[in-house]
Each structure stands twice: as C-alpha cells, then as structure tokens.
C-alpha cells in the first residue's frame, strides 16, 4: 500500500473508571475500506468519536495527510475531510430529510436559505444511494432503516475524503445494503477513505481490503482480509476460538404456554399459532412482513380488533405493555434505544424498573435485593460497565442490549419474546446471548425469537413461522426447515 491518508499512534482515552483507549493504533489508505474489529466494548466507537472530534484524546498522536494534527471538535473535523455515520441515528424529526441533510451549512440566496437547491442537492444524494423518497419528507415519518440512509446521505454531502460507517446496515434490508455496498465502491475508486464498523462477518469479507482489531481498548493488530478466514478474524477479537457458534439445547417440550387464535388488526391478519414449554419458535420473514406488530400486540402494546391469545390455558388480555408485565410476558425491542431502556437512568434503574413489584416490600424497593439481583446478571451476562451506577447511553450497543435482555428476564417471564437479540452485537456477545435463551429454555419456558438473520433463526429455533404481509405463510420444524424454502414463504403474497 501507499503512505497512509491518516495514522493514529499510542491513542489514550479515559473515563472515569475506565480507560477505553489503551495506545491504539490505526492506519488508513485512500481507495480501501479498512474494517475495525473488536467486541462490545473493545474502544471501536470510541476511537472514532477521537478521529471525528466528538471526544478529544488524552495522549497519543494523529497525523493526517503526514502533518501533525489535531482535531479540536466535529466541525472541525468535517472541515478536515472527515465525516462520520454514528451508530445512533442523529436526526431531527420535525424537519425535512434535506433540512437534516445539509443542517448548519444549507445553501445560501440573498440572506435566506435557497431551498431549491437544498432539496434538489438532496434529491442527488437520495437517488445515489436508490432511496425514492422525496427529501421534502419528514423525517418523523422514515423507518428506523430510511432514517440510517439519510445519516449516511449526510456523510455524502460533506464530501469528504475519510468517512467512517458505524454499523451502517444495522437497520438496512438486504437492497439497501446493496445499495450502500455500490456507493463504497464508488468512494473507493474515487480515493476516499473508508472505516467500516460491522459485525457481520459476511459484509467484512464482501466489502474490506484490510481489518484492524481491538480488544479491551488496545491495539491487537492488521491484517489484509486475504489471509483471514471467519475463524482467523473471530479469534483475533476475542482472543480465544469459539466453540459451536449456534449451540443448541435439546429439552423435552411440555404443555403449551401460550396459544394464539386467529389474532388480527390492522397490521396482522388471522394469526394462530403455540408455543410450548422448553420450545423455541423463530419467526422470519421480510422487513414490514408484521413481525414485531405480531410480537408487539402479544405483549399488549398494540390492541387486537379480534382473536384470543391464552397462556397456560387461562384467557389473557393485555391492552398495554403494563399488563404483559404483570402477565409475566417480556418483550426485549429491536429498536432497545427507543422502546427498551431509558438512556438517561443507570444501568442498575433501567436492569430493575419492571421488576420493582418483585424486589418491594410496604411500597419500598429492598435496596439490598436490588443490588443482589442487578449484579448477579451483571456477572451472569459479563456486561461491561465501570459501575451499576453507570449511565446507560455511555456504554457501548453490545452492553445495552445485554441490558435489556436482562431488565426482560428480572421480571421471571413465562413467555419471553425476544426481537432481534444479537443486532449490533459482536460474536462473542452473541454466544453468551445464545446460552442465556436456551438457559431460559432449559428451565421450560417458551420462547419467541423474531430475527433478520437466517443462521441464527436455523441455530437456535425448534420451529420456524414464516409471516408475509402481516399473514403466516409457512411454518417449518427444524429438519424441515431451509433457508430456501423459508425465503420462498416469506415473498409470498397472501393472495398466493
């Protein structure tokens, strides 16, 4: 390769009571994606937010375009050539797509702003990445996956020579991901730069030159992504070879806990279905196809219009999230920052906010039980945190998401829905996530796994429900079950 664009040497940052970046190193070349590796936590997102100005470092040296720098905030950066498509969507909702686009450097005209231009400008960025939406749309009216590509349209219209890509295609369904592999493509011929963090392994090997990997907020190493295979760069990561990837729990099923008759509104249509004892039933299908809208009007976020949904036999209402609660029903979101937790409270208030009937006593919350329940799944789920007092928002997305499985399991379930488990979540993290799911399968309780990821849906489900334009159109035992035949039901029509 050429001289590096940018290195980074002996990078430090630290927090208080923990240090996120121990010297790290980083190298990037013009016209290559680099991949940086690492679990939750291991400082990717942190050393990011040191490139593109949102945290200042501590020790180390940044040389960009071989001159000495130093980034002294985001416009800064942005001033620089560097742009970056956070992981947490950064959007205001009561402005247009184009507003968000071009927000604090609109077009000028006269002493105004020359909207034409802005939303014509816009419109370019948003047909270069496929998107037919009009940048005149609200953006409180996107999809969490249209509103990750008009975080990526931002990056674009910076034009700028390093952008680094957060888990750009967390939310993407598998066109639009297409759609931002073509633009890559285009960034590297034009000699830009690219950091790609992701942990599907798969888009690493499609769309990465080179990897760089942490671990623990140190440097581990580089490596071209010609030398490695997906067992290679896992043990790079988490320092040691995984075993079985998808380990599967055999239990004996027993009674059914909870049963689902000819459930309907407006976004579901006649759904039936069981779930038993000791059983894990995934459901698959494609993004709109009402697969979280079913899991959402089981738990009682949404009303039915008509069916009937019974667990352990008895006649089951829950006309709110309230009442799934106390009906010992958990729904873990797909979306854990808008639905799951409170990112303002600690980590020990959002692991124990909807267990507080169980660790109270005369109106009171038994300090002690508290903290002898929160820690015991800090240390059960390895989560990551300097302190239980810890704000959630300040850890890293693996370590939320731990958090929210937990805050759905302290309130004891006999149903668990768990939607999207291991999105964002780094290979190590998904195995502890797996064993905790057949954990709570082994005790016999029922299980409801709602995942984009077709190998997790094989490694993990005892039976698979297909759901197509809010309709079930295939249901598969584990023998029978492949992803082509699953793929095939989920693209019918209802009319067929």
Known sequence: MKSPILQMKN?????????????????????????????NGAGKSTLMKVLSGV?????????????????????????????????ELNLLPDLTIGENIFLGREPKKGFGIDYKKLYSDSDKLLKKLNVTTSSKELV????????????????????AQIIIMDEPTDALTDKETKSLFNVINEL?????????ISHRLKEIFEICDYITVLRDGKYVGSESIENLDEDKMI?????????????????????????????TNEYIKDISFE??????????????????????????????TSGQIYKKGQLMENKSAKDGVGNRV?????????????LDLSVKENMSIASLNRISSFFKVDKNKELERVNSYIDRMSIKTPSINQLIRNLSGGNQQKIAIAKA????????????????????????????????????????????????????????????????????????????????????????
């Open 11 to 39: 990078i430090v940052k630290e927090f208080p009571g923990v240090k996120a970046l121990d010297g790290v190193n980083l190298e990037l070349y013009e016209g290559k994606v680099m991949a940086l590796m690492g679990e």
């Open 55 to 87: 945290y200042k470092k501590d020790k180390g040296e940044i040389y960009y375009k071989g001159q000495l720098t130093d980034i002294k905030g985001t416009k800064d950066a942005g001033q620089k050539g560097i742009a970056i498509i956070h992981q």
């Open 140 to 159: 409180e009216n996107l999809s969490i996956a249209q509103q990750q590509m008009v975080e990526i349209a931002k990056a674009l219209s910076l034009d």
């Open 188 to 196: 590297k011929n034009e000699g830009k730069a690219v950091v790609y």
């Open 235 to 263: 043990e790079m990561m988490v320092g040691r070879k995984l075993t079985e990837q998808f380990p599967r729990v055999k239990t004996e099923m027993g009674d059914v806990v909870l049963k689902v008759e000819n459930l």
């Open 275 to 304: 779930v038993r004892s000791g059983e894990i039933v995934g459901i698959s299908g494609l993004m709109g196809a009402g697969r979280s809208e079913l899991a959402k009007t089981i738990y009682g976020h949404f009303k039915k």
């Open 330 to 342: 958990a729904y873990v979101s797909e979306d854990r920052k808008g639905d799951g937790l409170i």
């Open 409 to 496: 399991l302290m309130i004891h379930p006999d149903v668990l829905i768990l939607d999207e488990p291991t999105r964002g979540v780094d290979v190590g993290a998904k195995k502890e996530i797996y064993d905790l799911i057949n954990e709570f399968k082994s005790q016999g309780k029922a299980v409801i796994m709602i995942s984009s990821e077709m190998p997790e849906i094989l490694g993990l489900s005892d039976r698979i429900l297909v759901l197509s334009q809010g309709r079930i159109t295939g249901e598969f035992d584990i023998e029978s079950a492949t992803q082509e035949a699953i793929l095939k039901c989920a693209v019918e029509s209802k009319e067929a």
